[in-house]
């Protein structure tokens, strides 16, 4: 898989890809990351890239003369499966887009600033938007982050153990269970004696049914709804 990341902060999104699963990820070539500085497409030498709204009001909107720069050249070079915008007034991500997007070759991400992009960059290039929560960020890179590395630990040979992936929270729409380990009490605190018992079909049906009591408890909307982000 391939990501191209357009931003105009490359250094504020680069650090999560340089620790742990993603960065062993782009080591054994799983995926490449490619990041684009939009300044770098700006209108003029002094680095334009955003200007004020039409009908007033603060803050600034990025143009889309240097977005459509630097989409077209990746266009020149290869077909993308997806072109994303990373947005608050979007759909929410959740696992099964995760999931969906960890199949496909080759991603654009757009991560916008201020207010935002001008509409018809919206409306001319972008496949899919993507909110990560209802939260404002003071821009969209972390998100993009966030939206990269719930794709990327789903490549297959990503994650060493391949089921781990399959027993996370929200791969069957369903919080995880608790985990425990050593010491199996910790002052007067014990384990589950099922956890220590070596039965595994039991342990199997305990893990499930202690998964449905709490997402009951925390989060009862997902045993509600398929929620897949279109
Ligand atoms: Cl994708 N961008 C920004 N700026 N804020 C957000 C977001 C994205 N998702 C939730 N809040």
New binding site residues.
């Given amino acids: 898989m391939r990501i191209d990341i357009i931003t105009v902060s490359p250094e504020l999104i680069k650090s999560p890809f340089e620790h742990s699963i993603i960065k062993r990820a782009i080591d054994k070539n799983f995926v490449e990351i490619h990041f684009h500085d939009l300044r770098k497409y700006a209108l003029n030498k002094y680095g334009k890239i955003d200007d004020y709204q039409f009908g007033g009001g603060a803050g600034m909107v990025l143009m889309i003369e240097p977005i459509d720069k630097c989409i077209s050249a990746l266009l020149t070079q290869r077909e993308y499966d997806e072109i994303i915008y990373?947005?608050?007034d979007a759909k929410m991500l959740n696992q099964q887009t995760a999931n969906n997007l960890s199949t496909l070759k080759n991603i654009i991400i757009l991560t916008?600033h201020y207010k935002g992009v001008d509409q018809r960059v919206r409306d001319r290039f972008i496949t899919k938007e993507?909110?990560?929560?209802d939260?404002?960020?003071?821009?969209?890179e972390l998100?993009a982050a966030v939206l990269s590395d719930a794709v990327i630990r789903l490549i297959p040979g990503v994650l060493g153990d391949e089921t781990s992936a399959l027993t996370d929270s929200f791969q069957d729409n369903l919080l995880a269970p608790p985990v425990y380990t050593r010491p199996a009490e910790y002052k007067g605190m014990k384990t589950p004696g099922i956890l220590l018992s070596g039965n595994f079909p039991e342990i199997d049906q305990w893990r499930h049914e202690e998964a449905i009591k709490r997402t009951q408890s925390i989060r009862p909307d997902l045993l509600k709804n398929d929620k897949e982000l279109k």
Avoid: F
Avoid at 130 to 133: C, D, E, L, V
Avoid at 135 to 140: C, M, P
């Fill in positions: 990373m947005t608050p916008g993507i909110s990560i929560g939260y404002v960020l003071s821009g969209g998100a």
